[in-house]
């Protein structure tokens, strides 16, 4: 049997009070349509179209050359 404390308790669950009612006015396209662009997204990398990664990865040196000028950038401000 566990003892009984006027310490407060370390658990931090919640526990609802009330019955929620259902959302009933929530709009039930959204969850289809996150299934149907996901679904859609995997076809063209199957496929191997071009839009699915060519065209939103930038060149290794391009990324390195932008961060570097970043950093520069930042010490560049906290040095006035």
Same mark, same amino acid.
């Given at each position: 049997m566990p003892e009984v404390s006027d310490l407060p308790s370390s658990s931090r669950a919640l526990v609802p009070l009330i019955r929620?009612?259902? =959302? =009933? %006015? &929530?709009? *039930? =396209?959204?969850?289809v349509h996150r @299934?149907?662009?996901?679904? $859609?997204?995997? @076809?063209? $990398?199957?496929?191997k179209l071009p839009q699915t *990664?060519?065209? *939103? *990865?930038? %060149?290794? &040196? %391009? /990324? @390195?050359?932008?961060?570097? &000028?970043? /950093?520069l950038r930042i010490k560049q401000l906290n040095n006035r």
């Open positions: 929620l009612a259902p =959302h =009933h %006015d &929530a709009p *039930r =396209h959204t969850a @299934i149907a662009s996901f679904v $859609t997204q995997l @076809i063209a $990398t199957s496929e *990664r060519e065209k *939103r *990865r930038a %060149d290794p &040196a %391009d /990324v @390195i050359a932008a961060y570097q &000028a970043t /950093v």
